[in-house]
């Protein structure tokens, strides 16, 4: 489908905008605004900036499945987490993730050194300014939803402070970067509900010690799930770990040949209340925890829009490029929620898109376009054998180039796609070792003297 972007229909003027969230696509998509003109206001529950990459230590008063409503603790970092991609792929367009004295200086560093990185970017591009806070958003609704005649739909954004002061604002449009990996998504598990023992999601999970000595069943093989089942095994009895196929990467069959206390199983069948986890293949073992390492729902529980952005087994949807609702355009948008891909110049690229629809200097497709474009896409994504809940991973490097040609963004440099791709083969190999032994050194002083680490004036902190 050929979409035609039409004139800008929208006066070049400032905007009143609120970012809800100040992680990195939140910070990234405050810095765009700024620099358009627009009058940003950047509302974050936590004390500092850095979204998931603030690490909170104290899970005590967090629901261990994290069912509740509204959650207490919004990182689901843990104390051992380190990148899982090398560092020099992962800073901004102008702004590379460069070692620093006295710091993590690892090509694979742990959480606080990206943290710290985006600390650095507020700092030099001076956001810290227009971020309040310890407020957290209630609600966020159209002020006029009713004015069918007025294609411009101005926001009440409430928000409370941690003191207890209630705020209610108006916005011309309000920007939502509230992250994704804060609620837990659960499986259905037969007996789940009448297992007596200790069940939590890695939402929560922090540091091993707490299941010295247990029988752990971890559920899920994903990036974290192997992590935390590669810590476990240190300090537990046993650890098994539950996936949906045996048919597990060289890298995970050699940890498991190297630790005698970590097993492999299929899918849980039920959970007994005698503390028995029975498997789909027959096996049974007697489990002391149950830890869930099943992935995050979307969910954006302030959000009032009237049923023009819904959450569908996690596709939030409709969204045009995963970051526009059609009928809302421009003025209620999305950054961040893409997956699977190279985040930050994603992310940079998102919100340069939208600073520049809301000052006027750029347009979208007209509301059935983009519904066609919408529709294609889920199309595409079903013929390709891809389940609904899976709907922003995308896993295609062509995709964040077919992106940035909205907005002539820069193309991501080959070497960024290189190192990436180097890094994910090395650790399907080389699970345990993969982020501190690589043999694409070569390559790396080549991007090392490329322009982007070389020539750019890199202000210093």
Same mark, same amino acid.
């Given at each position: 489908?050929?979409?035609?972007?039409?004139?800008?229909?929208?006066?070049?003027?400032?905007?009143?905008v609120?970012?809800?969230?100040?992680g990195?696509?939140?910070?990234?998509?405050?810095?765009?605004?700024?620099?358009?003109?627009?009058?940003?206001?950047?509302?974050?529950?936590?004390?500092?900036?850095?979204?998931?990459?603030?690490?909170?230590?104290?899970?005590?008063?967090?629901?261990?499945?994290?069912?509740?409503?509204?959650l207490?603790?919004?990182? @689901?970092?843990?104390?051992?987490?380190?990148?899982?991609?090398?560092?020099?792929?992962?800073?901004?367009?102008?702004?590379?993730?460069?070692?620093?004295?006295?710091?993590?200086?690892?090509?694979f560093?742990?959480?606080?050194?990206?943290?710290?990185?985006?600390?650095?970017?507020?700092?030099?591009?001076?956001?810290?300014?227009?971020?309040?806070?310890n407020?957290r958003?209630?609600?966020v609704?159209?002020?006029?939803?009713?004015?069918d005649?007025?294609?411009?739909?101005?926001?009440?954004v409430?928000?409370?402070?941690?003191?207890?002061?209630?705020?209610?604002?108006?916005?011309?449009?309000?920007?939502?970067a509230?992250?994704?990996?804060?609620?837990?998504?659960?499986?259905?598990?037969?007996?789940?509900?009448?297992?007596?023992?200790?069940?939590?999601?890695?939402?929560?999970?922090?540091?091993?010690?707490?299941?010295?000595?247990?029988v752990?069943?971890?559920?899920?093989?994903?990036?974290?799930?192997?992590?935390?089942?590669?810590?476990?095994?240190?300090?537990?009895?046993?650890?098994?770990?539950s996936?949906?196929?045996?048919?597990?990467?060289?890298?995970?069959?050699?940890?498991?040949?190297?630790?005698?206390?970590?097993?492999?199983?299929?899918?849980?069948?039920?959970?007994?209340?005698?503390?028995?986890?029975?498997?789909?293949?027959?096996?049974?073992?007697?489990?002391?925890?149950?830890?869930?390492c099943?992935?995050?729902?979307?969910?954006?529980?302030?959000?009032?829009?009237?049923?023009?952005?819904?959450?569908?087994?996690?596709r939030?949807?409709?969204?045009?490029?995963?970051?526009?609702?059609?009928?809302? @355009?421009?003025f209620?948008?999305?950054?961040?929620?893409?997956?699977?891909?190279?985040?930050?110049?994603?992310?940079?690229?998102?919100?340069?898109?939208?600073?520049?629809?809301?000052?006027?200097?750029t347009?979208?497709?007209?509301?059935?376009?983009?519904?066609?474009?919408?529709?294609?896409?889920?199309?595409?994504?079903?013929?390709?054998?891809?389940?609904?809940?899976?709907?922003?991973?995308?896993?295609?490097?062509?995709? @964040?180039?077919?992106?940035?040609?909205?907005?002539?963004?820069?193309?991501?440099?080959?070497?960024?796609?290189?190192?990436?791709?180097?890094?994910?083969?090395?650790?399907?190999?080389?699970?345990?070792?993969?982020?501190? @032994?690589?043999?694409?050194?070569?390559?790396?002083?080549?991007?090392?003297?490329?322009p982007?680490?070389?020539?750019?004036?890199?202000?210093?902190?």
């Amino acid at each position: 489908m050929v979409l035609v972007i039409t004139e800008p229909i929208y006066k070049s003027q400032s905007k009143t905008v609120c970012v809800i969230g100040a992680g990195p696509s939140g910070l990234v998509s405050a810095r765009e605004l700024k620099k358009e003109g627009h009058k940003v206001v950047v509302m974050e529950q936590n004390h500092d900036v850095g979204g998931q990459w603030l690490y909170q230590p104290n899970v005590d008063e967090e629901d261990t499945l994290g069912k509740t409503k509204t959650l207490k603790v919004h990182s @689901s970092v843990y104390s051992s987490l380190r990148l899982a991609s090398p560092r020099e792929v992962m800073g901004f367009s102008d702004f590379p993730f460069i070692a620093k004295e006295g710091r993590d200086s690892r090509r694979f560093p742990g959480h606080e050194e990206l943290w710290l990185y985006l600390k650095d970017f507020c700092q030099v591009f001076g956001l810290r300014e227009m971020i309040r806070f310890n407020v957290r958003v209630e609600f966020v609704g159209m002020v006029n939803e009713d004015d069918d005649d007025n294609d411009v739909k101005k926001w009440m954004v409430k928000s409370v402070k941690k003191s207890g002061e209630v705020m209610e604002e108006v916005f011309d449009a309000v920007v939502v970067a509230s992250g994704h990996y804060s609620y837990p998504r659960l499986p259905t598990i037969k007996g789940m509900d009448l297992w007596k023992r200790k069940q939590l999601h890695s939402h929560i999970y922090r540091v091993p010690e707490p299941f010295c000595d247990e029988v752990v069943v971890v559920v899920g093989c994903s990036m974290s799930g192997q992590d935390i089942s590669i810590e476990l095994v240190e300090v537990a009895k046993e650890v098994h770990l539950s996936t949906k196929s045996l048919d597990i990467p060289p890298g995970l069959s050699k940890v498991i040949e190297k630790h005698q206390n970590l097993h492999l199983h299929p899918q849980i069948e039920s959970l007994e209340e005698d503390g028995r986890v029975i498997f789909e293949d027959g096996s049974c073992i007697v489990a002391d925890t149950i830890l869930y390492c099943t992935g995050y729902e979307y969910k954006f529980p302030f959000l009032e829009s009237k049923g023009r952005v819904e959450i569908d087994d996690n596709r939030v949807g409709p969204l045009f490029e995963h970051t526009f609702s059609p009928s809302l @355009s421009p003025f209620l948008s999305f950054v961040g929620i893409p997956r699977k891909l190279i985040g930050f110049p994603f992310f940079e690229s998102q919100a340069k898109w939208i600073a520049k629809l809301l000052s006027g200097k750029t347009s979208l497709p007209s509301s059935d376009q983009m519904m066609q474009s919408i529709s294609d896409f889920y199309l595409a994504r079903e013929a390709d054998g891809i389940p609904k809940r899976n709907t922003h991973d995308i896993a295609d490097f062509n995709y @964040s180039d077919k992106y940035a040609d909205y907005i002539g963004f820069p193309h991501l440099e080959e070497w960024r796609k290189v190192l990436c791709l180097s890094a994910i083969l090395n650790s399907i190999e080389n699970l345990e070792t993969y982020r501190d @032994s690589w043999d694409d050194d070569d390559l790396l002083q080549e991007t090392l003297q490329d322009p982007y680490f070389t020539q750019l004036s890199i202000p210093s902190v």
